[in-house]
């Protein structure tokens, strides 16, 4: 319970324009995506800038008020939502402070959404590479705190590794100005390191120095069919060996998956003429005009003369090239007409993606005789959204309610393998519990020793990781 004192400090610190106690403002902000969580608030923040995020930070902990961060709500663990806590959004943060074309860097607040940062870089003729289907939406404080991934992590890695500074206020409300755009400073902690990824718990993140790269001059995109998970990781290998390092995109999708995309996503349609037990989306890139094209034709034709591919269409235009990449990112939205299931995000080492999948799905033809498996995702950096919906016609409440056992199935899998039961999405309030199942009692530890330092009194998200 938030005091009344502690209500009214933090509506005099951001004034007018800074907060709602509206019912109906707040509503929208308090759902995620899935429909699995829906919070509650006594009042959502909305500050326009870092000094206004630090002294509603310091009310909160002059007062011990727990506080939730929120940047675009496109997250799906669920820890962007309050369940009582103030909510705290970033989505006011708007400037896009500076781009430096001669650093390859640029700075953003944390409410610019990823499309606007890409947009932005674009007009400076350099590009930010991480790109996925929420892109519109989802903030770069949002992508920051959850360390997010995307569809070109093969060739640019995921957020961590893109985050040249960060400018963030911590716990206790004091600002942490971190924007630097060194590559290089070897001087102790890298400080901002902590707070990527940290979803929110160790701090709110309203500015980051972000890495540009230099635009790419062309595009090859491909959808190809074949026979195996097996095949497609064999192509993966040959992919990056002959392009030398130009494979940007690399998605597997079993055909369960491109069914549901043609029955209930309008406006897409089969990209191959055959119907494949899989296939690839295949994007190549080259910073010289018409490189990626011929890569393309040349690589597509060895793995048809080897046997390694059954069928392929490669985009001829930028219109076609679009529909291959939404018959991708739509594999999630396609799945909710078909009733629910039980959702993972794991990775496993590339090298073990084909016998991870054969083994789950067995695995999980035992546990519920019936269920679907729509696997896809970005094989190329060994990250799988494994799925398992209910059967057809099936009990679907019933199919819920071994959501839990099945999940430890999958994830017992994913973990004799090295993997991991989060790759991207990260832990929010779902998979704390699970979390623990998996990591060591010292990585616990220790996470947890950092967490008190920082936030001693744990007001930062505090039903989010450990």
Not at 88 to 100: E, G, N, Q
Not at 195 to 211: D, H, Q, R, S
Not at 354 to 375: I, M, W
Request: glycine share 10%; aromatic share 6%; hydrophobic share 45%.
């Amino acid at each position: 319970m938030v005091s009344p004192q502690a209500l009214a400090a933090l509506k005099s610190a951001l004034g007018d324009g800074g907060w709602t106690d509206d019912p109906a403002e707040i509503a929208p902000w308090l759902t995620e995506w899935r429909n699995r969580w829906h919070g509650h608030t006594p009042l959502m923040l909305t500050p326009r800038s870092t000094d206004q995020v630090a002294a509603a930070v310091r009310v909160c902990a002059g007062h011990r008020v727990a506080i939730v961060p929120q940047g675009g709500d496109t997250g799906l663990v669920g820890g962007q939502i309050p369940f009582g806590e103030v909510l705290l959004s970033t989505r006011k943060l708007r400037a896009v402070r500076d781009v430096t074309p001669l650093d390859d860097a640029m700075t953003v607040e944390a409410g610019v959404t990823l499309l606007e940062a890409q947009q932005a870089a674009a007009a400076a003729d350099r590009m930010f590479p991480l790109s996925l289907a929420a892109e519109g939406t989802a903030t770069i404080g949002g992508v920051v705190s959850t360390n997010a991934g995307g569809t070109a992590v093969l060739r640019y890695g995921v957020m961590r590794d893109l985050v040249l500074g960060i400018e963030a206020v911590l716990p206790d409300g004091e600002v942490f100005h971190g924007l630097k755009r060194l590559r290089k400073d070897n001087t102790g902690y890298d400080l901002k390191q902590l707070l990527i990824g940290a979803e929110g718990t160790l701090g709110v993140v309203t500015a980051a120095t972000l890495k540009l790269f230099p635009v790419m001059r062309s595009h090859a995109t491909a959808v190809v069919g074949l026979d195996s998970s097996r095949a497609a990781i064999e192509l993966l290998a040959r992919a990056k060996v002959e392009t030398g390092g130009g494979v940007e995109g690399f998605e597997l999708m079993k055909r369960i998956g491109m069914e549901f995309v043609l029955a209930n996503i309008p406006d897409t349609r089969e990209p191959l003429d055959s119907a494949p037990p899989w296939y690839v989306l295949i994007e190549l890139v080259s910073g010289e005009p018409g490189a990626a094209d011929a890569a393309m034709e040349r690589l597509l034709a060895q793995a048809f003369e080897t046997g390694l591919i059954v069928d392929a269409a490669i985009a001829q235009n930028d219109a076609q090239r679009a529909a291959f990449w939404k018959v991708r990112e739509e594999q999630s939205a396609a799945q909710k007409p078909e009733g629910g299931g039980w959702k993972h995000d794991v990775s496993v080492p590339v090298s073990r993606i084909a016998d991870f999948l054969e083994e789950a799905t067995a695995a999980v033809e035992r546990f519920h005789p019936g269920a679907r498996v729509s696997a896809f995702g970005h094989v190329g950096d060994g990250n799988l959204h494994y799925d398992v919906l209910c059967p057809p016609g099936g009990d679907l409440k019933a199919f819920l309610a071994r959501w839990a056992e099945g999940s430890q199935i999958v994830h017992d899998i994913v973990a004799r393998y090295d993997g991991s039961i989060s790759a991207e999405h990260g832990l929010g309030r779902l998979k704390t519990d699970e979390a623990r199942r998996y990591k060591s009692p010292l990585e616990i530890r220790t996470m947890q020793a950092i967490r008190a330092a920082i936030d001693p009194h744990r007001i930062m998200n505090p039903a989010v990781l450990f």
